[in-house]
């Protein structure tokens, strides 16, 4: 499988690639952005429409941050809330023929990263820096090498896992429809101008692959999220 194909190139500091990843995860911030600001353009005290499917995902992602980290961790269910609609969100659009962001490692592994900052950087508000530091000794001294590989193991394996699982899927997939294009040629002797093969199974295969696989590697990625930061945080 090639990699995310360049659009074009900014002609600055040699040529900055922009690649289809970068152009299509553009166009979901700014979906995500217009729908925004017409879902609050006239809010309602009894909330109707595409209102209330708002309000109830909002009420679901507190309600998930508030079962998983805590009460008092509420400040973290924004980010939350967005990584999961964008992940999702970046995983669905291949459904409109566009290659999904998260099957490029680059975007995975940039919300890792923001998630580890984010982890490290609450334990040492929570427990101050001397603590903090003191937990790469526990249970004993001799685990201070484990303990901070333990740590930096973290971003690659939440990047790797929700990259692998949808590159997987796209592989799978063109790998399935190549095979029924060439079956259709062989039963047909290429008399037929359509794979008629390809009909079908593709759209059950991308039912699972793009939209179920998609939405559960969303929620696992903020779900291991929120394990980390809330054990990071917590007193």
Not at 96 to 116: E, I, K, M, P
Not at 143 to 148: C, D, G, S
Request: charged share 10%; with cysteine; net charge positive.
């Amino acid at each position: 499988m090639e990699g995310p194909k360049i659009i074009f190139t900014i002609p600055l500091l040699g040529g900055i690639p922009v690649t289809e990843t970068v152009v299509n995860s553009w166009f979901i911030i700014l979906a995500v952005f217009i729908a925004c600001r017409l879902i609050t353009r006239r809010l309602q005290k009894v909330p109707s429409g595409v209102q209330v499917l708002a309000e109830k995902y909002v009420t679901m992602v507190c309600k998930l941050v508030d079962d998983t980290m805590g009460k008092n961790k509420q400040r973290y269910a924004p980010y939350i809330g967005t990584v999961f609609l964008f992940s999702a969100l970046g995983s669905l659009i291949s459904l409109l023929g566009c290659r999904a962001v998260t099957a490029d490692l680059n975007t995975t592994l940039s919300w890792a990263l923001v998630t580890f900052v984010m982890t490290q950087w609450g334990g040492i508000r929570t427990k101050g820096l001397l603590s903090w530091l003191k937990g790469f000794l526990d249970p004993v001294p001799v685990m201070l090498p484990m303990n901070i590989m333990s740590e930096l193991v973290n971003p690659i394996s939440l990047s790797f896992r929700h990259f692998g699982n949808i590159s997987a899927g796209m592989v799978i997939t063109m790998l399935i429809y190549s095979g029924l294009a060439a079956l259709t040629n062989i039963v047909f002797q290429g008399l037929l101008p359509v794979p008629i093969f390809q009909l079908g199974l593709p759209a059950i295969l991308s039912i699972y692959f793009d939209v179920f696989s998609g939405v559960l590697q969303a929620f696992i990625f903020c779900m291991l999220t929120m394990v980390f930061v809330g054990m990071a945080t917590d007193p």
